[in-house]
């Protein structure tokens, strides 16, 4: 079962997802959501001011790397514990 932080990404996720019907979890293959370089930034922008956090462009060019969901829920639990 996904806890609270995952559960809130995968929910920014759906809203720009392309409509697919599939279940999107922790495991889902970014690649297959159809989301675009624009549509990452608005959900990086809305992660930094839900959370709190900063994400550096740098970081951002790092993150178009992240193969699955889970991977971008670590990304975000790991700047929420720096910030801490």
Excluded: C
Excluded at 13 to 28: L, R, V, Y
Excluded at 47 to 76: Q, R
Aim: proline share 1%.
């Amino acid at each position: 079962m996904a806890d609270q932080l995952t559960t809130e990404i995968i929910e920014k996720i759906k809203a720009h997802a392309e409509p697919g019907g599939e279940e999107i979890t922790a495991s889902t293959d970014l690649n297959t959501l159809g989301i675009h370089s624009l549509e990452l930034t608005e959900i990086i922008f809305d992660l930094e001011e839900k959370y709190g956090i900063e994400i550096e462009m740098n970081t951002v060019d790092a993150w178009s790397n992240l193969k699955n969901v889970g991977d971008m829920v670590e990304a975000v639990r790991e700047l929420i514990a720096k910030k801490a």
